[in-house]
Structure formats: C-alpha cells, structure tokens
C-alpha cells in the first residue's frame, strides 16, 4: 500500500489523501501473487463487512485471499475466501469450517480446483435481536385513609437488544453449506490482508489471481457503506491494485511486487466459436442499462426451455437462465455520460493456454468463464464425422465461398438442377456488385432453363438456346478471365467470349445463390458433389459435401474447415445405418462415449414398447462424488439413452436430468417419484398418551436417482392413454396422457433424435434392445463386433446397424465376447509388438503340468523383462517365468530362479557369470518349455538349454494377483484353462 495517509474510523475506512487522486498507466486483467505477497487493503477485519471477488488459485495448500485474524492461538478469524490443506472450500467467522455438500455418508468437503475463476461472496452481516420480556411484581400497599393493607399487581416490561451476526456465503451465484461458525460479533482489530491472513504478521499466503474485488463495512449507524471497489492495475511497469473509492493505487507491502503476465491477454490462436452447455457463463463487466446496443453471430444449441445470451436483471446477481449455444463473435456498445454511444466489447473467440475464452479488443483482456466450468471448443470441429455422396440446396440457403468474385477465377463442379423454370433465374456460383451497376461475375448460371454465364457488362445464353435438363448430372469448367471466358459443360465448350476489361466485384461469391450488392437473390435449387475454385491457377477451395454433428455441410479440403449454409440448413444424401454382411461375434454390449448415437430405424410414436438392459458409464453431479464442486441442479447435464422429439412431440424412451430419471410423452414431463403407503405416525401427547394415526398415500419426495456404471433393466411402453416405465421390475410410471404422439421422427439409441439432430448424447452400454409397434416386434438389437467396429445386429431385419460416429472394437467399447462362433480373423499377420507397457492375460493359471510352445523376439536388449510367466505377489519362491531376460541373460522361474549354464542343461550359474546364457536383441528364437513338479525342461532354436527337477512346495500353482480388471479387461479364471467371454 502506499506509504501514506491511512486512516480507519471506527472500524470503518477513510482514505485521506495526501497528494491528490492516483491514476494507473493502464488497467490489467489481474493481479498475482507468488505466494510471497501481501496487500494491506485498509479496512478493519470485523462483523459487518460484505466482500465481492474474482479470483483464480494457482496453487492449493492453507492459503488466504483476503483473511485477519486477532490472535493465530484464539479463534478469532475473518477469513473471506481461504483454501485448507489440499485445497478444501472454507470459511471463518470466529471459529474455522470447510464447506459440504450433501447429507449423513453422502457429506463430502468441496474443493477448490486450479485454474479456475471463481466468483465469491462472502457476508458478515449484523441483524438486530428485539428480546422483550415481562415481569410480574405484587406489593402490599397501605391505603392511608382508611388504614387497611391492599395488594398491587404490576407488571412490568423489559426490552433487550442483541446483536447477533448473519453469514453468507457464495460461490458462482451458490450457496454452500458449513457449520460450527461463531454467531457472535467478532473484530480482529487488524486490517484484512489480500493474498495473506493478517494475524500480526502476513500469514498462509495465497499463490492466487484477484482479477476485481470490492469490500463494503458498516458504518457507525449500521448503515453499509462501499470502502473499497479494485481493479488489477499499473503504474510505473508495478502491478497494484486501483481503488475508485480512495482513488488510490494499492501495493504489495512485503518487498516482494505482486506480478501479471504481459502476454496473458495476447490468444494463442483463434477460434471460430465458444461453447457453454447450460453450466457456465462469462460475465462482460458491462452494467445492463438503458443506451445499450448489441450485435452477435450466435447458434442454440438446444431450445424448450428459458434460456439467455447476454441480460441482465437487478436481482440477487445470481446467474439465472444458462444458456446452451455458442458465440461466434458479439459486440457491446454503451452510451456514455454525454449520450455519446461508445464500443465497450468486441469479443472474439479464441484459446489461450488451451483454455477457451473470449478476446476483446477493446480492453485487449481474455474473458473467460466465471463458473467451475470452462466454457468450450471442439479441437477437431473442423473434421466432418463423414464425407457423403452429396448436399443440396432447395431454394432457400446458400453457403458464403469467402472467395472474391473477381477476374483470374474459374472453377469446376459436378452438379444437378433441382428446380428449373421456363422464365426463372437460378444462380450456382454467383456474385454482382451493386444494383445497376454492370459488374456481373456469373460462374454457373441458369436463366429460363437455358445456360448462362456472366461477365462484367455481358450475361449471355450459350448460343442463345443450350438448356440445362432435370434429372441430369453436369460437369461444368467455368474460366472468367480478362480477355478469355468459357464454359464448358459435360467435356464441351459451349461458350467462349474475349471480353477484355479486368472485373473485380469486392464482394464473395454465394453457392447456390447470387451476392447482389450484399443482397442475396436468384436462389438455385440444386445438388453438389463437389466444386473446386481457383484464382490466377492456384486452388482456394475444394469442397466435399460432408455431415458435422448430423448438419450437411460442406468441408474444404485446401483450407481444413467446414463451411455450413448460411439461412437454412442442407440437406444431405440419405445417412444409411444399415451395414450389409453378418456380425464376426456378438459381444456383451456395444458402448458410446458421448458422440455417439444409432438410428434404430423406427418411428417414435405412440403404440411403442422398448425393452432392454443399459448402463449410464459416466455421470455429474453424484452426491457421492469425492472431490465435488458445487453445481446447481439446472447446470448438469442431461443424456437421453433412447428417444425422439419434435418440437413440443417428446417421445423420451429412458432419459436422465440432474441424475434422475426422467420421462416425456408429448407435453407430459414426469420425473417418477416413489409412494409410500400406511405410513404409520406416532404423537405422545403432553398426558402421556400416545395417538397413532395412519396416513394414505403418502408421496415423498425420492425420485428414482440413476448411478453411473449399474446394469439396470428396462421396459417401456408409450401409447395413447397408456404410458408406462418399468426399471429393474418395478413399475416407476403408470401415467394416462390421452394424447397420440407422433414425432415423425426415427427414435435414436444414446441420444434423442431431435427433428434430424442428435441431443443429449449419452455416454452409456447398450446390452441388448428390442422395440414392439402395435404389438409387434420390430427390432431385436444384439451388441456385436464387424471388420473391428462395434455394432448392432437386429435378428427381426437380419440387419447390421452402425452408430455414427463408429465405434472402434475396443474392449472397453463392445464388451467381453459371448458367441465366439462367427469370430474369424480377417487375415493373420507375421507378428504382433508390444513397446512395454501392454500385457495379455492368457487366462491359463501358472501351475504344474503347463508347457508352451512359441516364437518370439526381444526388441532390446537388458532390463528384467518376461515374456510370458506369473508369480505370487510378494513371494521368492513362487515364479513360474517360461521367457524371462535381466540384462541380456537368460533365465527363468520355478519356485525359485534359475540362470541356465550354456554348457550343462542341468547345472545353474550365478547372476554374474560368464556363463550365463546371452539374449540378442532382434533374433527370433523358437522356444519350447514344459514344466511340472520333478520336470522343467527347456529348449531353444532345438538345443535343449534347461532340464532341472525342482519340485515345487505345496501349493502348486500360482494364483492371480492383477488387481480387478477395468472394464473389457479379461480376468484370471480358476481352471487350468480359462473360458472366452
């Protein structure tokens, strides 16, 4: 802090300035500590004191970020935002208490994370306790006239004002949970401390960022009052901390500056958008007022419920209405104090650090997400989920080329008419500069059927009669350069023209429609396979039409982007899930990872009954979870396993909000509860006598809460006045919506199929799945496995079907085989290689009486590596080794080890002799051990190099000792040789 003029009143702060307001060289994004800082800021540790702040940990251990302390061996704390050991949530107020979440087993500590911006409030406000009590006083009074003794009853009445302390205490918007606090009125009598805890000295100090903070105290009246209001600041190239309050610059104290990265607000790279899925927000520090102007290129991402882009409403500041949608780019302006409007924000995406942000270039700073979770950007967004054979467009869209109209540029596109007209005028490749102005740059044009090609002040007819065809697919060359124009259709040229003027249009050119002056106009309808532009000879665009997140676009393949329609969405060649051939196996179950879903081909519509078994393998949000960050219910995610909606038509199958189960049948949303039934109450009454009463039907408030990993069986059935769910047996749903549902849509496996588009993509197992319409079975889905990708087969249809994205046949994505029938392999290879750090369980014991035969190589050479053995954990004299090398050398194990002499199979050498057997590296070796009890023997490349007779101690194998395999993992098994799947 600067070293003049501070003065504290009362407990409350008053800046006396001695040389006049401070102004800083420029305002920063934040201000850091190291974990040798510490900031006076002024203000007096106590009861009535209200703190604001955004920070951002760097480092978790016993830390404070704006902390006092009267005594550090009394509890006497005033800890706004402190981290515990390992970095638990906590809070001071007289006493010390971590935050919690949940109840009884379930109550877990939460936990700061690094790397994250939290928004805290903290409040230790003072409430005013009224206590009146009444008192009842009898005297004996003598009554001076008439000499007699008279009783007097008064009462008498006694107030008493407490004053009692009130805590609150929120991150993100949320309130948490503590308890054990003072409620007395605790004063430190020291000023608070940022970055450290003031207890007479800087004490647990922060590695922390305060990006802005703001500090209000009660007066002497009890009335609150703003003391301190900073923002990151520099002054001189010193990092401080601005106070518009006091005007003043507050510094580090301790000889040690705080510090800020010059390069924090520089982006890494930018990005085409940002994401938030209904869990975060970005707060852009512009007050929500009247003079407000806003701009922004944004997409939802899901729709039906109340959602916000950018508001504001004077309320608590809690964030309200989370958004899913992405932002492309949003500029803010604001009217200033003379009403003249001003830009305040021009945010673009980008990344920094690998952490997804928005950059604004009017206060050159990064913005990021204010809550525990980041807002997000898909690295690979820009690699379609799959090529298709076409996209077409219907007279309502076209795609921005980002290509200039202009002279030196030509192309080539496989292409089909969809519409054509005997007076209308249809553009594919077009763009005209302004309205009259003669400046037309046509590439592929048709007008009344017939084709037409445009340059600066011409349009013309090919020979004034060549008319394009429906049902005709055209390979069509355009070349419009300065004294050369052709077009060439299906290999010949029908249009050659040696205009000689140089047109340069500045304007893009549309597919599917013309760019007049900014205006789009002549819409085409029409189908693409593929185009290619170039100017002057160099390729600037090559197209495919592809499908990214189930939308037809189309991707190119110069500058590695996908570039989608600008008005209305495409339409693609039909996406077939249907793969022709039969399964190699069938497997336990077929997983998706969460981009993932199958269309099963069939209709949701009432009359549909689906029954099967599934698991969710990932879950937010469990009360169980260890190291847990507070989420409002609204902020978790949600997962579909089965179902299709359009529009208000929901037809949800099995789906999951905030951990529940959830079902949805046209307007109906219904999380199932369970009923209790004759719950018995009983009363004892103030005369010992004890009323019991039975209460019907009684509904309690436990939803049907699902957990990640559980096997749970289901039936459902949706149908008009008749809609039920049945989980693990137990009817959870009878409800009666008379309504017959008919969402036109096809019903999607590990998502909602939402009118053509995936949502709620469920990262879940399918262990099996058959649907019924109208009574009769429709699909008979099995998990199985075909040329190494995970699919369904559906025994109704005898149909393969495959999820899109694929799933690679993974062990952890298709299960454990169950019907090793149809598994053949493709083709076999001269060898498999492990870089060391891969192992298979052969599922055969160690034990007496096991040979083997095999060829084999080592990669290097030294190291204690095995190539195929086992042993008891722990023991000496427990190996059971066919293949084992240390550094270079042979040897093996059996019951104990043995290094084999080169010149006697029977005699054993030590470690360190020569004679020990040498390993090289690279050699194949054809190896072949038998062991049991009294017998090991062992030859390689035919010379036998080993032949012992050690007996092995009782027991006389050796028993598995891998930890419980991770799913798809084989497991040891209790036979001599074990079973497959």
């Known amino acids: 802090m600067k070293t003049s003029t501070m003065c504290v009143l009362g407990g409350v ?20 500590a190291t974990g040798e800082q510490a900031v006076d800021v002024g203000v007096r540790g106590r009861y009535g004191t209200k703190m604001e702040a955004s920070i951002e940990w760097t480092a978790l251990a016993d830390m404070s970020i704006l902390d006092a302390r009267e005594d550090p061996n009394t509890h006497s704390r005033i800890y706004f935002a402190h981290s515990g050991n390992n970095g638990p949530i906590t809070i001071g107020y007289g006493t010390y208490s971590w935050t919690t979440r949940g109840s009884g087993d379930s109550r877990r500590n939460c936990y700061w994370e690094i790397g994250r911006t939290y928004k805290v409030e903290t409040e230790f406000a003072v409430t005013n306790e009224i206590v009146t009590t009444e008192t009842v006083v009898t005297n004996l009074v003598e009554d001076l006239e008439t000499g007699e003794t008279n009783e007097v009853v008064e009462t008498v009445t006694t107030t008493t004002t407490n004053d009692i302390s009130k805590i609150s205490y929120k991150i993100d918007g949320l309130g948490v949970g503590f308890s054990g606090l003072d409620r007395d009125l605790v004063d430190t009598g020291r000023n608070l401390y940022l970055f450290a805890c003031n207890d007479g000295t800087p004490n647990y100090k922060a590695k922390a960022r305060c990006y802005k903070m703001k500090i209000w105290q009660d007066d002497a009246n009890g009335v609150r009052q703003l003391v301190r209001d900073f923002r990151p600041c520099m002054k001189n190239g010193r990092v401080g901390l601005y106070d518009s309050v006091s005007q003043t610059i507050f510094y580090s104290f301790t000889g040690t500056d705080l510090v800020y990265d010059a390069n924090e607000e520089v982006p890494d ?12 927000y970005v707060d852009t520090e512009v007050i929500g007022r009247s003079g407000t102007k806003a701009e922004a290129d944004m997409e939802w991402l899901a729709l039906g419920g109340d959602y916000a882009i950018l508001d504001a409403r004077g309320n608590d500041g809690t964030p309200n209405y989370k958004a899913k949608a992405r932002c492309y780019g949003m500029k803010i302006w604001q009217d200033d104090a003379n009403g003249v409007r001003q830009l305040v924000r021009d945010f673009r995406p980008c990344m920094k650090n690998e952490r997804v942000g928005l950059y604004d270039s009017v206060s050159q700073t990064i913005f990021y997400s204010f809550t525990g979770t980041d807002l997000v950007y898909d690295a690979n967004e820009e690699v379609p989920d799959e090529f298709v054979d076409y996209v077409e467009a219907h007279g309502n869209t076209y795609v921005d080329t980002e290509v200039i109209g202009r002279s030196g540029t030509s192309c080539e596109a496989d292409m089909e008419w969809l519409v054509l007209t005997a007076s209308g005028d249809f553009a594919f490749l077009d763009v005209r500069g302004t309205y009259g102005a003669d400046d037309r740059f046509m590439l592929i044009h048709s007008f009344a059927r017939k084709m037409n090609v445009g340059y600066g002040k011409f349009k013309n007819n090919v020979n004034g009669a060549r008319e394009f065809s429906l049902g005709t697919r055209y390979t069509i060359t355009s070349d419009l350069r300065a004294g050369s124009q052709t077009l060439v259709v299906n290999g010949e040229t029908v249009y050659s023209a040696t205009e000689a003027d140089s047109y340069d249009t500045g304007r893009n050119l549309y597919l599917f429609a013309n760019n007049r002056g900014g205006t789009v106009e002549n819409y085409g309808s029409a189908r693409l396979y593929r185009l290619k532009i170039w100017q002057d000879g160099v390729l600037v665009r090559d197209f495919l039409p592809c499908r990214k997140h189930g939308i037809p676009a189309l991707y190119d393949d110069v500058d590695k982007r996908i570039f989608y329609a600008e008005q209305a969405q495409l339409t693609a060649s ?9 399964p190699d196996y069938f497997t336990e179950y077929l997983q998706a990872n969460g981009d993932n879903y199958l269309d099963t081909g069939v209709r949701g519509r009432a009359g549909t009954r689906a029954a099967g078994a599934f698991s969710w393998t990932q879950m937010r949000g469990m009360p169980d979870e260890q190291n847990c960050y507070l989420e409002d219910a609204v902020s978790r995610h949600e997962r ?6 359009n529009g208000g038509d929901r037809f949800y199958l099995i789906h999951e909000a905030n951990t529940q189960i959830w079902s949805g049948y046209g307007s109906q949303r219904i999380y199932p509860e ?16 004890t009323v019991t009463t039975n209460l019907e039907a009684v509904v309690s408030t436990n939803r049907f809460y699902m957990a990640a990993g559980r096997r ?40 909602v199929n939402n009118n053509g588009k995936p949502l709620y993509e469920a990262p879940a197992r399918c262990y099996g799945l058959k649907l019924w319409q109208d009574g009769t079975l429709v699909r008979d889905f099995k998990p199985c496995v075909k040329d190494g990708k995970g699919l369904l087969w559906d025994e109704v249809t005898q149909t393969l079907y495959r999820p899109f994205h694929h799933v690679p046949a993974t062990l952890d994505n298709v299960g454990a085989i169950v019907d090793i029938g149809g598994a053949k392999p493709v083709s ?51 190996r059971f080794f066919f293949w084992q090398k240390n550094n270079g050398r042979f040897y093996y194990g059996y019951n104990g080890v043995r290094y084999p002499d080169k010149d006697n199979p029977s005699a054993t050498v030590a470690n360190n002799s020569p004679n020990r057997i040498a390993i090289e590296a690279g050699r194949m070796y054809h190896a072949y051990a038998s062991f049991a009890a ?10 036998l190099i080993a032949n012992f007779t050690e007996s092995m101690p009782s027991p006389r194998s050796t028993p598995c000792t891998s930890s419980p395999p991770t799913s798809g993992e084989r497991r040891c098994t209790s036979a001599g040789a074990g079973s497959v799947g």
């Open 13 to 32: 702060f008053a800046a006396c300035l001695a040389a006049g307001a401070e102004t800083p060289d420029r305002f920063i994004r934040y201000a850091e």
């Open 269 to 280: 790279e930018f990005v085409d958008y940002v994401e938030a899925h209904g869990n975060t």
């Open 574 to 582: 039909p996406f077939d899930p249907t793969v022709a051939g039969s």
């Open 640 to 645: 579909t396993y089965l179902g299709a909606v």
């Open 674 to 689: 369970r009923v209790v039934t004759n719950y018995v109450e009983t009363v004892t009454t103030n005369l010992d006598e």
């Open 712 to 751: 749970y069986s289901f039936d459902v059935s949706y149908a008009a006045g008749s809609q039920t769910v049945d989980l693990d047996d137990d009817r959870i749903l009878d409800a009666t919506s008379a309504a017959s549902i008919d969402t036109g849509c096809n019903i999607y496996l590990f998502a």
């Open 828 to 878: 076999y290879l001269d060898y498999i290689e492990t870089d060391g750090t891969q192992y298979i369980d052969t599922e055969i014991l160690g034990r007496d009486g096991t040979a083997a035969e095999f060829e084999m190589a080592w990669l290097v050479s030294g190291g204690d590596e095995s190539f195929l053995g086992s042993r008891t954990s722990g023991s000496t004299d427990s």
């Open 934 to 943: 009294g017998a090991q023997r062992i030859m390689v490349d035919g010379n």
